[in-house]
């Protein structure tokens, strides 16, 4: 047996990726006296700056932005009582199909191998016991997600430290809810052309394969005020407009796919730290 404190390891592409996908755990796993760390990779800086004003447009500067987007991370950490923030803060690479794709410096530019030796040496120091990150394709195909998920496997490679490993990912019956809300929320939303309703389709599992289920209802308020704290960041508003209530009922249960444990422990399970304590 060790002192060392039991350790969850959040590895996320952009400043409020925290919040969205794991807002839930961060602050449940805190409250229980978990070491919560969370790695952030890029800077933010394609995200929206004052006023919604986007990439390319006039006023855009992508080195405000990420200072921005910095304070907004810092707050949201405190909301969710993240015990310690890493940034690799590379640039953020955009959404896939942007010039700044290919950008020197850029996210998605770096070799998987520079990204993995830096996450590497966090792993080694935190020694964490959980690692969550994104699927294969980032869950939506945002190059800094896949991004995210290939030098999180390559680090965890190089250390065989971590005895649980998990991707995020949404049941396919609550992607359907939210297709739901959208609309709900978006009465003139136009409906989308086949392509694009087949890829989302394809977002997510189905619900028999989702491994690990959550539940992060109490710590829905934090995770409502973790998702506030980036208020420069457009698509967060969508959820905000739910208000409290109605974001605990759909934001409240958190779900994964373990794709490593040496534990033993039975799936389906509801602990990302089951059979750790």
């Known amino acids: 047996?060790?002192?060392?404190?039991?350790?969850?390891?959040?590895?996320?592409?952009?400043?409020?990726?925290e919040a969205t996908g794991t807002g839930g755990v961060l602050a449940r796993y805190a409250a229980e006296g978990i070491r919560t760390v969370l790695v952030t990779c890029t800077d933010g800086g394609c995200g929206d700056g004052p006023g919604g004003v986007k990439p390319?447009?006039?006023?855009?500067?992508?080195?405000?932005?990420?200072?921005?987007?910095?304070?907004e991370l810092e707050a949201s950490c405190e909301v969710l009582k993240i015990s310690d923030l890493e940034l690799l803060d590379y640039a953020d690479s955009g959404m896939i199909g942007w010039a700044s794709n290919d950008a020197s410096g850029s996210f998605w530019q770096t070799p998987v191998a520079e990204g993995a030796a830096r996450l590497a040496d966090l792993m080694r120091h935190y020694r964490p016991d959980v690692v969550v990150t994104y699927d294969e394709n980032g869950f939506y195909g945002h190059p800094d997600h896949i991004q995210a998920h290939r030098i999180t496997m390559a680090a965890l490679e190089m250390t065989d430290l971590t005895p649980k490993v998990y991707w995020t990912t949404m049941p396919r019956s609550m992607m359907q809810r939210f297709g739901?809300?959208?609309?709900?929320?978006?009465?003139?939303?136009?409906?989308p052309d086949p392509a694009e309703a087949a890829a989302m389709a394809e977002i997510g599992l189905p619900d028999e394969e989702v491994t690990t289920w959550v539940d992060t209802t109490p710590f829905s308020g934090q995770k409502f005020d973790a998702l506030a704290a980036h208020a420069s960041q457009g698509e967060n508003?969508?959820?905000?407009?739910?208000?409290?209530?109605?974001?605990?009922?759909?934001?409240?249960?958190?779900?994964?796919?373990?794709?490593?444990?040496?534990?033993?422990?039975p799936v389906p399970e509801n602990d990302l730290f089951a059979g750790l304590r």
Do not use: C, N, W, Y
């Open 237 to 265: 508003i969508f959820f905000l407009k739910m208000g409290r209530e109605r974001f605990a009922s759909f934001m409240g249960m958190e779900t994964f796919v373990r794709v490593k444990d040496t534990t033993g422990a």
């Open 180 to 191: 739901e809300t959208m609309r709900e929320f978006h009465e003139d939303m136009p409906e």
């Open 56 to 71: 390319g447009e006039p006023g855009h500067d992508p080195a405000a932005v990420a200072a921005m987007r910095r304070r």
């Open 1 to 17: 047996m060790t002192d060392r404190p039991l350790t969850l390891m959040a590895v996320h592409a952009h400043p409020d990726d």
